[in-house]
């Protein structure tokens, strides 16, 4: 239980660093961490194949696009990055004494016990290939989809 | 309510305050996949309440597909935007007022 609780303030702790933090960089790191976290959180949760695929996606894929975004915009003067220091501390002074007021009020409710069926349905790849193979052809889709999105949103960024 | 409930909520509202406090556009997408996340770890929490694991992973598997993708075309029409304007504040974007 102390384990988890470590893992849970470090992953809400990433997450705030992530949304707080004036610098781009700074947040896509914290997302990062934010990532690997959740999947520590899913691997104590016996599930260690939607682990590696949070952990090789949310901590590796997306930050790199997100870098590869910065690196495409330009940075901001110091003035007007001050100004924004400023602006986030008005905007987000709130967001942990929320978190924290939540977190108090969260733990004090206990929800009543579900019905739970008695065995597992299968492993997951019988699932995925078996029982959900519509998924994995909206998958396929939806990924073509977004290439042929982001191939023709970029294409004339470059020249 | 289990611990691992509670930070996925908490996350949630990260997300979501992330969302409606900023005007950058690359900051509305970090929680855009702050809340994917979020629904992540419900989603795993649910099935492992329900002892439902598996079935859990493989709906996990296609959310993380679908926000990649989700990602990649917001990060495009943020570059198309920053062409057009030289900028990725929204209150600057005049066109997408309506």
Redesign the interface.
Known sequence: ?AT??LI?GM??LA??A??MTTR?LR??IG?AV??AM?SV??F????P??AV??LS??AG??PA??LS??G???RLTPEAELARRREKLR??WA?PV??VL??VA??Q???PG?P??P??????R???WNL?HL?LL??IL??V???F??V???K??DR | MTAFGIGAVLLMITGLYSLIGTRNLIRSVIGVVLLTKSATLLLVIAGHAARQTPLAQALVITVIIVEVVVVSVAVGIILRLYQHHQSVDAALIRNLKG
């Open positions: 239980m988890d609780i849970l992953l809400i997450a705030l992530a949304v781009l947040c896509v997302l934010t990532s959740a959180v899913l104590r949760l016996d599930a194949l939607a695929f949070e996606v949310g894929l997306i696009i997100f975004v910065i495409m915009t330009e905007i987000y967001l929320i978190v939540v977190a969260l733990a409710v206990h929800l579900l739970v069926p065995a597992e349905a299968g492993e997951t019988t699932i995925m959900r998924d909206g998958q939806v990924l989809g977004g290439a999105g982001v023709s949103l970029v004339e960024f």
